[in-house]
């Protein structure tokens, strides 16, 4: 393939995966119009339209859907194969592209990021804070950090920890409201509550005890959230009883602001997983990276505070 087909094909890639001609620029270190030259000599060169481009946004034509879908792996794995010869096989080099969920990204996993750069200067990370489940493999991510994504075809999970679910409220909010000594008498209490980011819809309270009882709790909605950290921030300031998980909730709990209540029951506990593509020639860069994070959430203490519940 030739030198110049090969740059109109890294812009195009990059314009599709970033959905900006200037994120694409900042990441390929061009200018935004440098970028947008190569996609038009591309799409001159393949005589079809492969954006809808407009003022505020940046589309694929169904032409430009079909050529991402069917290059975007490939082409990405040459480019790993290529950045391993030049620096060494099997050395670990390049960008690395990872979603992370907000909370435990900011808290949990930059801490480790900075001791992993240590550990392997040659690589980059390029982090992106986002509580959906993105589509790792289409959306172009090396690796994903979070719970709840779809394990599709190509995609391989290794869980980091399960995350067990805590009630929890405010010390001032249980001076003026006695605290529940049973699940039933939450019916008396003010929650705060979630709204499922993939449904729509109120997630409800199911509890459960050491004994294996399981019940399902009504309680009075006084606020609904989509993010679990914003409701332990709610929960903190006295608005009513939350069910967090617990990497949002300990901060808080750790430093007085919220309690545990009913301190025996917890909601199902749910498995937080780091993602990435199940294909045969995973980079050097990637394999490190999984490795790290897994050993570091099982030795750093991490995995062990998530569950107790």
Known sequence: MDTELSSYLDAFIAAADEH??????????????????????????????LFRRSTRSLALTTDGARLYGQVRLPWSEIGDALTELREGAGKPAGTLKVSLAYAVGHRYVVPLVERFVRRYPAVVPD????????D?????FDA??????????????RELAQVGMVLAAAPAYLRDHPAPAT????????????RSLASGRLLPWRLRNGAGEEVVVTVRAV???????????????????????????????????????????????????????????????????????????????????????
């Open 20 to 49: 900006s001609f200037s994120a694409a620029a900042r990441r390929l270190g061009v200018t935004p119009a440098a970028v947008s030259k190569s996609v038009a000599r591309l799409e001159a060169r393949l005589g079809v339209r």
């Open 127 to 134: 982090l992106y804070f986002d509580n959906r489940g993105v």
């Open 136 to 140: 790792v493999v289409a959306e172009g």
């Open 144 to 157: 994903a950090i979070g719970g709840g994504i779809e394990l599709t075809e190509g995609l391989v999970a």
């Open 183 to 194: 699940p039933d008498d939450l019916a008396r209490h003010g929650g705060v509550l979630r």
């Open 223 to 309: 606020a609904v959230l989509d993010d679990p950290d914003a409701m332990a921030r709610a929960a903190a300031c006295g608005m009513g009883i939350a069910l967090l998980p617990l990497p949002h909730a300990l901060p808080l709990l750790d430093s007085g602001e919220l309690v545990r209540v009913l301190s025996g029951w917890h909601g199902e506990t749910r498995p937080l997983s780091i993602y990435y593509s199940s294909r045969k020639l995973v980079p050097a860069r990637v394999r490190v990276f999984v490795d790290f994070i897994v050993d570091e959430f099982r030795t750093g203490g991490v995995r062990q505070r998530f569950a107790t519940v």
